[in-house]
């Protein structure tokens, strides 16, 4: 794979958090018409044994990372983006256990 570099653009970079503790899906941030959101960084820690994973809507977008309790993940800053919703769907984090978990996530709009 080849990355060319390009100039910068103003882009904002947006910061959020959610505390999900239910089995399945939790919206992380909501669908914006005619746009798909970026995951540029992403933290989260559980505090039992925990599979969890990034959808766009229904569909998967990320592996699915087993963590064992009080595990975490991190995905550190990366400008070209970890992975992306479809046009037009909401960002989800979907847990495998009922247990708190908490998720930051850095995000571009495009």
């Not at 746009?35 to 569909?59: D, E, F, H, P, W």
């Not at 087993?66 to 970890?82: D, K, M, Q, R, T």
């Amino acid at each position: 794979m080849n990355v060319t570099a390009t100039p910068p653009k103003n882009q904002s970079v947006y910061s959020i958090f959610v505390n999900p503790s239910t089995l399945g899906a939790t919206s992380v941030v909501a669908a914006k018409t005619g746009m798909s959101i970026r995951v540029l960084g992403l933290a989260l820690v559980s505090t039992a044994a925990n599979s969890v994973k990034l959808l766009s809507a229904s569909t998967d977008i990320t592996a699915t990372f087993p963590l064992g309790a009080n595990g975490g993940l991190v995905l550190p800053f990366n400008e070209h983006g970890w992975c992306q919703t479809a046009v037009g769907e909401a960002l989800q984090v979907n847990l495998s256990a009922n247990t708190a978990t908490g998720v930051h996530v850095l995000y571009i709009v495009l």
